[in-house]
């Protein structure tokens, strides 16, 4: 079975950075898309950002947008979340997600999902 699992995560200041990792366990998703959703305390799960692994189209949620960067290295089976700028409301547990059939990044539906990783900023 393929395995996700998250990496990267902490506490920072507001306006830090951080760099998120996913690492899969299975064969590359090579017409898939991965990407990364988050949760935080008393508010439903947030779509972040995604990335076609074959042509590398990009999602980002409009939070993300500008501040955020994916990325996918398709041979290590890996995918990174460049957070820069972060603030207190990007506070979250950050979970990375694999769709191993679409090629639609605005619309992924995950059948596999990492265990996530702590993402705190403090003001």
């Known amino acids: 079975q393929v395995q996700l699992v998250e990496s990267g995560g902490g506490l920072v200041q507001a306006g830090a950075s951080l760099r998120l990792s996913c690492a899969a366990s299975?064969?590359?998703?090579?017409?898939?898309?991965m990407g990364w959703f988050r949760q935080a305390p008393g508010k439903e799960r947030e779509y972040v950002a995604a990335?076609?692994?074959?042509?590398?189209?990009?999602y980002y949620s409009d939070s993300a947008k500008g501040r955020f960067t994916i990325s996918r290295d398709n041979a290590k089976n890996t995918v990174d979340l460049q957070m820069n700028n972060l603030q207190p409301d990007d506070t979250a547990i950050y979970y990375c997600?694999?769709?191993?059939?679409?090629?639609?990044?605005?619309?992924?539906?995950?059948?596999?999902w990492g265990q996530g990783t702590q993402v705190t900023v403090s003001s």
């Open positions: 299975g064969p590359p998703f090579t017409s898939g898309v």
């Open positions: 997600a694999a769709d191993s059939s679409s090629i639609n990044v605005r619309n992924p539906q995950p059948d596999y």
């Open positions: 990335i076609a692994l074959s042509s590398a189209r990009t």
